[in-house]
């Protein structure tokens, strides 16, 4: 992703987003679990591309589609929160449980508890599913980006005819 105050032109996020696999957005339900809502793919692409073909409804729908993806992005980074707050949560309990063990006389060393940690199954299956929550986050980010650019594209080379004000890209 470009540093903050820079810009990826929109070949160059279409062509990051060429060679990605589905990605599923999560939203938060209501009881705070989290459940797939949208999928991304390559089709995507296509949305992103500026096709003279109909282009008055581009220019017309272009707002809504930034609008769309500024709140598939914020969602995403909701559920990329909150599985960190549940990878938290469960090495805390770890932690808790390996310096409170009762035949012990003296606590574990940090290394014996990382290990245990490491190596018990749910750990796996906590970075697996904050891979995929950051993965979905920085899908919608760039999705959000290259309608950004599309925007900033189209505002410079889409002109109004002074005819029937259609929009029509300029040569």
């Given amino acids: 992703m470009a540093k903050r105050g820079e810009h990826m032109t929109l070949e160059a996020i279409v062509q990051r987003l060429s060679t990605i696999q589905p990605v599923d957005i999560h939203e938060v339900a209501e009881d705070g679990n989290t459940l797939p809502c949208y999928l991304v793919d390559g089709a995507v692409i296509n949305e992103l591309v500026i096709w003279e073909m109909g282009l008055t409804e581009q220019v017309q729908v272009i707002s809504a589609q930034i609008m769309r993806?500024?709140?598939?992005?914020?969602?995403?980074k909701r559920v990329w929160e909150i599985k960190e707050r549940?990878?938290?949560?469960?090495?805390?309990?770890?932690?808790?449980?390996?310096?409170?063990?009762?035949?012990?006389?003296?606590?574990?060393?940090?290394?014996?508890?990382?290990?245990q940690m490491r190596t018990d199954p749910l750990y796996l299956v906590h970075q697996k599913k904050l891979e995929r929550a950051e993965e979905a986050y920085n899908v919608a980010q760039a999705v959000l980006e290259g309608f950004r650019a599309k925007k900033d594209m189209m505002r410079a080379a889409v002109v109004r005819s002074q005819e029937d004000a259609a929009p029509r890209l300029s040569v």
Avoid at 69 to 76: E, H, K, S, Y
């Fill in 86 to 115: 549940d990878y938290r949560i469960w090495r805390d309990g770890v932690i808790v449980r390996a310096l409170y063990v009762a035949d012990e006389k003296k606590p574990p060393a940090e290394w014996k508890i990382e290990a």
């Fill in 69 to 76: 993806w500024g709140r598939l992005a914020a969602q995403a």
